[in-house]
């Protein structure tokens, strides 16, 4: 089972924040915080990743609290582009373990 | 890095005739292959685990006889859906690993339709 629990669905306005909540009150010392997106009928893509420090890269940021229990994906300017749904996922980046996919967080931008 | 092709992107298939997905590392080679089936409106749900030269590993509930993996080297896998039937129509995706230290990374995917 999915270690996440996410929001089903979002709406973000184009060209604003879309700040995307993910609950992981169970995840381990040694487990990392992957997000990764889907859009319809692909694979899904890789954003970003991060164990306990903030993490940024051309696509998004990333914001883990202190306790690690929940983090947020931030995408600073949303485009009609990043409709997708969106998963955050626990997992070691250590051995050979599946990432496990969780229902994740249809996300709708709105021209 | 890190390209992966997987192929057909799509097929259609009768009833009762078997379908073969590959998927490939193009510029890494994978120790370990992770293929996933999505029915619609659902989110991806692993069926197997392969390691390069071994025999795959599978999912309570998916049939290792309904489908066959082959995973002989370490640029190519692949899935072979046998005696298709429509309930097997769903978009199948691969996710070869390269190793513990590297990301994961994940075809394409295939839409199977079986009619």
């Known amino acids: 089972d999915a270690k996440t629990t996410q929001p089903p669905s979002m709406d973000c306005a184009e060209g604003r924040a879309a700040n995307l909540p993910c609950n992981h009150s169970?995840?381990?010392?040694?487990?990392?915080v992957y997000w990764y997106r889907q859009i319809h009928s692909q694979g899904p893509q890789y954003i970003i990743h991060?164990?306990?420090n903030n993490e940024t890269n051309e696509m998004a940021s990333l914001i883990i609290t202190e306790d690690r229990k929940s983090s947020t994906l931030i995408l600073p300017h949303a485009t009609l582009r990043d409709t997708a749904v969106y998963y955050c996922?626990?997992?070691?980046?250590?051995?050979?373990?599946?990432?496990?996919f969780g229902k994740g967080t249809r996300l709708s931008v709105i021209a | 890095g890190a390209v992966v092709s997987q192929h057909p992107s799509w097929v259609i298939c009768k009833s009762g005739t078997s379908v073969k997905i590959e998927c490939r590392s193009l510029?890494?080679?994978?120790?370990?292959m992770f293929w996933y089936r999505q029915f619609p409106k659902q989110s991806l749900m692993l069926m197997a685990t392969?390691?390069?030269?071994?025999?795959?590993?599978?999912e309570q509930g998916v049939e290792k006889d309904k489908f066959l993996i082959n995973h002989a080297s370490l640029t190519l896998s692949t899935l072979t859906v046998t005696s298709a039937h429509p309930e097997d129509s769903s978009f199948y995706i691969c996710?070869?690993?390269?190793?513990?230290?590297?990301?994961?990374?994940f075809g394409s995917g295939t839409r199977l339709t079986v009619v």
């Open positions: 996922i626990v997992g070691k980046s250590t051995g050979n373990t599946p990432l496990v």
């Open positions: 169970t995840i381990s010392g040694n487990e990392y």
């Open positions: 991060g164990l306990k």
């Open positions: 510029d890494f080679q994978a120790t370990t």
């Open positions: 392969s390691n390069e030269g071994s025999k795959a590993t599978y």
């Open positions: 996710s070869p690993r390269q190793g513990w230290n590297y990301g994961y990374t």
